[in-house]
């Protein structure tokens, strides 16, 4: 059963996501625990992944942690990912993104400040995610702006 939320119950529901987010905790988990919860990062991992347009765009290689069928780790865990460009396009290190759960919540400058994005990608060797259930939004655009995205699912034990 579906809930109608009105333009006053979502004005609220919003002010109580960016409040919790205000109050998220230790500065250095890449998730807190109540943003898990105000930002709906179980929903998010178990939402159907985004239909992509097949066109020329750069590619996000996920290798840490290494895909699995039921991705589960122990945090803090490393994330390592490669860009690939493609051959008239360099990568754009500038644009990159992550961005968690379902509302797609900007999370990149809490990775930016320990690591250095390059066009070849990067590596965060702890990353702090509560237990539960995440997804992560990856997002990378070449010189002549084509975008490429990839989603990490984990599950945290």
Same mark, same amino acid.
Request: glycine share 6%.
């Given at each position: 059963?579906?809930?109608?939320?009105?333009?006053? $119950?979502?004005?609220?529901?919003l002010?109580?996501?960016?409040?919790?987010?205000?109050? #998220?905790?230790?500065k @250095?988990?890449?998730?807190?625990?109540?943003? #898990?919860?105000?930002?709906q $990062?179980e929903?998010g991992f178990?939402?159907?992944?985004?239909?992509?347009?097949?066109?020329?765009?750069?590619?996000? @290689?996920?290798?840490?942690?290494?895909?699995?069928? @039921?991705?589960?780790?122990?945090?803090?865990?490393?994330?390592?990912?490669?860009?690939?460009a493609?051959?008239?396009a360099?990568? @754009?290190?500038?644009?990159?993104?992550?961005?968690?759960?379902?509302?797609?919540?900007?999370?990149?400058?809490?990775?930016?400040?320990?690591?250095?994005?390059?066009?070849?990608?990067?590596?965060?060797?702890?990353?702090?995610?509560? #237990?539960?259930?995440?997804?992560?939004?990856?997002?990378?655009?070449?010189?002549?702006?084509?975008? #490429?995205?990839?989603?990490?699912?984990?599950?945290?034990?």
């Amino acid at each position: 059963m579906k809930k109608l939320i009105t333009l006053a $119950g979502f004005t609220t529901v919003l002010a109580c996501s960016f409040e919790a987010h205000a109050q #998220a905790g230790p500065k @250095d988990w890449l998730i807190s625990p109540a943003e #898990a919860l105000s930002f709906q $990062g179980e929903a998010g991992f178990n939402e159907q992944p985004a239909l992509r347009a097949r066109a020329v765009t750069p590619l996000i @290689d996920i290798i840490k942690p290494e895909p699995v069928a @039921d991705l589960k780790v122990k945090a803090p865990f490393s994330i390592a990912v490669l860009f690939k460009a493609q051959s008239d396009a360099a990568i @754009d290190p500038g644009t990159f993104k992550i961005m968690y759960g379902a509302m797609k919540f900007d999370i990149t400058s809490r990775i930016t400040k320990f690591v250095k994005v390059t066009p070849a990608g990067f590596s965060l060797d702890n990353a702090q995610i509560p #237990a539960g259930k995440h997804r992560l939004t990856l997002q990378i655009q070449d010189e002549k702006q084509r975008v #490429a995205e990839r989603e990490l699912r984990v599950e945290v034990e």
